[in-house]
Every structure is written in C-alpha cells, then in structure tokens.
C-alpha cells in the first residue's frame, strides 16, 4: 500500500524544483529563472476623493442660522420646565415637559401630563424644585395650567407667536424632556398645517400643527417654536408604531393657547362649542354613488336629541345604504351642509375648525341642502358635553 503524506506549501515547492533539475540535467535553477519572462503586475489605481468645498457666502449663511438656533436655545431653555407626576399608581405616573407662561408662576402644558396626577414636581433649569398645583384643564384642547411659588428671578417668560401666519417648510424647533433628559432641543420642519385628528372621548383636536422635529414620550406640554423663538405650538403627541418618534409629531396651535389658557385660570374650564350632530364627507365618489346634488359638503347622520341642531330643525338620515362596491354604511335623506357663516364646508374637518373659532351662545348660520332646495338655518351654539 502505498502511503500518503501531506506538505505544507513551502515542502511542496521546493520538491517541485529538486525534481525540476533533475529532469533538466542537473542545470542550475539560476539558469532556469533567467530564461523565464517576468510579467510585471500593474500598479493599482488610486481614486483619491475630496470634497468639493463651499463657497464662502454658503458657509456664512450656514454659520448665521447655526448661530440663530444656538442664541434660540440660550434664550428659550430657562422657560421650560420638567414635570414630574406621581398618580395611584404607575399608569398614571410619568414625566412631561412645560413651559412659563406668566410671572405668576402659571405653567403650560397638556392635559394628559397632569390630568390625573396626585402629586406634581417641577424642576427648573437651575434644578429649583417646585410642588405644583393644577389649576386648570382642558382634555378636548389637551391644554393645562398648573401654578408653582418660587421666586420671580426662576419666572422666564415665554414670547407667544402666530400660528395663522405659519406655512410648511418653515422651521419648527422643540424644547422639552424626552425620556428625561432635560431641555433637549430638536430642530424640524412645519410638515403640515389645519390637522384634525380624532381623540379617545370621541371628539376631534382641530388645526394642530404637524411637525417632523422629533417629539417624544416625555416632550408632551413642551413648546414648539419658530426660528425666532416665539412659540408656535405645544408639542402633544405622535403616531408611532414604536411609540417613539417616527418623524410624525403634532402640536397645539398657540392661538388655541391664546384662546384656552386666559379662561383656563379665570375658571378652571373651558367651554368649548357644540353643534350636535355626526355627519359624514362628502366626495365626487360618494356623491355619484349616492346621487347626491353636490360635490363636497357634510351629510347628515345623526342628530343628538335636545342638541342645537336638533332645536334648530335640522334633519339627519332616515334610512341606511350600502355604498356599491364597498362594506361602507352610509345613512342618507338627512341635511347636507355645505357652508358655515357663509364659509364653504367641504368635509367634517372644516366644521369643527370653523367652531372652535367661536364661543358658546354665539349664533351661526348653517347653509344646507333640503331635498334639492337651499336653505339657511340658525343655530345657537351650546357646550359640548363631557364623555
């Protein structure tokens, strides 16, 4: 049998050559190179890359906003506040952020933050704790006002701004606690504007702010500024499917902190308008599946009995349909809105935009569609209920 042996690499070649002289005569592996040809090997291409550099008016202007955020954050940072809430339990503890309103010691922030809290610390930029008390709250607006004492020199002030004027693309910058870091700053873009967005009680926030700074678990009652500093909004929630930021956060528009927060330590609650009804969009689609005599407006589902629109003589649907082509229930031969104070109502989110503008007891006049026939409808407005 004949045996096997394994070389290591460096064996193997030099047994090649011994046999390779052998079988030569014995010439000499010296003359053996000198007849072999030598291909050099090329020399590798080397792509050094550089950066092309910025002209020097790009990098002035780059410098000048950079500059602009940092003096914002000077300026702005020692108004906001963490808030620490202590509930029954564990649920109903958490963290939130504020901001000061007044050299009163009232403090802004959502409803959400403190609604249920037992106990409310808040630290200042200096680490001055501080119990606070709840002074007022509104879960449709998600707004709160809380009170602190402490010394006037803690009380910075914020500067309120317009968020009528605001247009997207402008930037947006938040100041809050996310996780518990204190005063962290995010700087975004207004990504949209006259959002509406439904709520657990069953009615809607109108007119937020939608914002891609990132917002996160522990941002909410924060300010949300422009590049001037003034706020524009206050941060309160995101659509996540993470629960941390996914680049979709909105804000309370500050004109409804305007509007809520003065009544908000006068009374303690806000009364926000109700018309009593549940109505559904209209579309080309809907309204060519329907038959419908318009375009856009709001149909009628539902009057709430006793509500305004039901004093009013408002007529909602009396028989339910299938929309053809979809699972979709849809009850017809009710009103169709379609303008408000002579304001055109292309859906439900222009009417409850349009209410929030106005106060309980005021008088409006619905322009609806009757069996074909335009008509105008007065309705006093009442207060919405609690759910």
Known sequence: MTTKRQYPLGTSLILALAGLLLATGGCSLGGLL??????????PVVVVLTPTPLPDSV???????????VN?????????VHI????????ESGTGSGFVYDRQGHIVTNN?????GRSIVVTFSDDTRALAEVIGTDPDSDLAVIKVDVPESLLVPVELGDSDSLQVGEQAIAIGNPFGFERTMTVGVISSLGRVVPQENGFSIANLIQTDAAVNPGNSGGPLLDIQGQVIGVNSFIFSGTGVSSGVGFAIP????????PVLIADGHYAHPWLGITGRDIDNLLAESLNLPVQQGVLVQNIFRNGPAAQAGLVDGNRSVEI??????VRVGGDIIVAIDDQPVGGMDDLITYLETRQVGDDVVLTVVRDGDEQKIVV???ERPVR
Do not use: C, D, M
């Open 34 to 43: 000198a007849e072999a040809t030598l291909i050099p090997s090329p020399t």
């Open 59 to 69: 990098l002035t202007e780059a410098e000048a906003i950079e500059q602009v955020i």
């Open 72 to 80: 914002l954050y000077k300026r702005v940072s020692p108004s906001v």
């Open 84 to 91: 620490a809430v202590e509930g029954t339990n564990v649920l």
């Open 112 to 116: 959400h933050v403190v609604a249920r």
């Open 254 to 261: 500050v004109n409804t902190v305007k509007r809520v927060v």
């Open 324 to 329: 053809e082509g979809t699972r979709r229930v």
């Open 380 to 382: 006093t407005l009442e």
